[in-house]
């Protein structure tokens, strides 16, 4: 009776205890310190995931640019990392108990507790006080390490947590989201207009291109736009740029898949070498153009080897003759980059956009200045 009753309150204990881990709360228990600029602040710029909801595993950083910006997880730190590049020591986190903001380098990170992982299997979680990280342990289980250590993981299962996450979003997210959708949103919705999730959830809730809808159902809409609706719209188009999914714009070092309608390429010969290079609009492959060594070590990247050049027409999306295009500068339109050399296939495209979007002025290639690239870079 008394074995039976010892093992009897050992599984109570595990059961609660387990119970425990999964209750472990991740939301923001008082009010969230939201560093991003505008409205798209809620969220974070990689995933879309509401901060608040995810407010004691957030980090927050800045970009080379020093762009502020704050992400739901380390790992989608760790995404912002290896496709922009962060300020090494901007890099801080939300301390899991007392939901401060701390360097991160200085932090004690629990891996591989019981508690959810956010964006990954493993979760990862922050505290300025060893004795705290330890406290934590005890509960939920794992280990103490350093932020290195912590964000060495992520970066390794970071295609394998993409992965798992994507085959997630096939099965539920995507298909709710598209319901959703074609119920209660504006149908004409171009998400290549936003530059990042964040900023297209913060275009459907507070300029109302949907009906009002909960966190968890506008989350669903807009990856369903960003993340289906952008590349099935645009998958279909035959003749467009093709862009491989590592491919990443020597100049800004973007991802350009990210960016179709903005896509263009420079194929380059010399011998047998051969080699191609892909940008996220023509501002950035033209400031390749004129000084490719610029931008790092491109022994191939000489004009005389150019041997191709293609851009995205804007308004047929297929792939056209980047020598032979007519490009709007300074319109209402921006790209990935701000302001764009807007290349169309016929001049009579190029004066309709202009007149409709404000340009400035209508630019054959030949005529574009590398002064007048960089100064696209400004406001004026």
């Known amino acids: 009776m008394i074995k ?57 950083a800045q970009l080379q640019n020093e762009t502020s910006r704050q992400y739901c997880s380390i790992r989608c ?15 801080r986190v939300i301390d899991a108990k007392t939901q401060k903001s701390i360097d991160a380098k ?23 006080l060893e004795i705290d990280a330890l406290a934590f342990v005890k509960k939920y289980n794992g280990k ?31 298909p709710m989201g598209k319901k959703i959708f074609e119920k209660k ?15 297209l959830k913060s275009e459907l809730k507070y300029e109302k291109l949907c009906k009002p809808l909960k966190e968890k159902h506008l989350h669903s809409v807009a990856l369903y736009i960003w993340e289906v609706k952008q590349f099935g719209d645009l998958g279909e188009i035959e003749g467009k740029v093709v862009v491989k999914e590592d491919e990443k714009c020597p100049v800004c070092g973007m991802f350009t898949y990210k960016y179709p309608r ?9 011998g047998s070498n051969k080699r191609h290079w892909s940008f996220d609009g023509v501002k950035d492959l033209m400031k390749f153009y004129f000084d490719a060594q610029r931008w790092g070590n491109y022994p191939i990247a000489k004009r005389d ?35 764009e050399l807007i290349p169309f296939i016929n001049e009579e495209d190029a004066k309709s956009f202009k007149l409709d979007h404000l340009g400035k002025k209508i630019i054959a290639f030949k005529d ?11 406001d004026e």
């Open 4 to 60: 039976k009753t010892f093992i009897y309150l050992i599984l109570v204990t595990l059961f609660v205890f387990n119970l425990d881990a999964k209750s472990f709360n991740k939301k923001a228990t008082i009010e969230p310190v939201l560093i991003q600029d505008g409205s798209e602040k809620h969220w974070c710029p990689v995933c879309g995931n509401d901060i608040k909801k995810f407010y004691k595993t957030s980090h927050s």
């Open 77 to 91: 730190l760790a995404s912002d990392m290896q496709e922009y590049g962060l300020i090494d020591n901007s890099i």
């Open 106 to 128: 200085s932090a004690f990170y629990v891996v591989n507790s019981k508690a959810r992982g956010t964006m990954s299997k493993v979760s990862k979680l922050a505290f300025a």
């Open 144 to 174: 103490v390490v350093d932020f290195q250590t912590a964000l060495k993981m992520a970066q390794d299962s970071l295609k394998l947590d993409t992965s798992r996450v994507k085959k997630t979003k096939q099965k539920k997210t995507y």
């Open 185 to 199: 949103c504006d149908q004409d919705i171009d998400p290549t207009d936003y530059i990042e999730i964040n900023e």
């Open 262 to 270: 903005w896509a263009a390429q420079i194929f380059y010969e010399e």
């Open 305 to 339: 080897n150019i041997v191709k050049i293609l851009v995205t027409d804007y308004y047929s999306q297929k792939a056209i003759d980047g020598t032979k295009a007519f490009y709007v500068i300074r319109s209402d339109i921006y790209g990935p980059m701000g302001h």
């Open 368 to 378: 574009i200045k590398e002064e007048l690239v960089y100064r696209l870079d400004s």
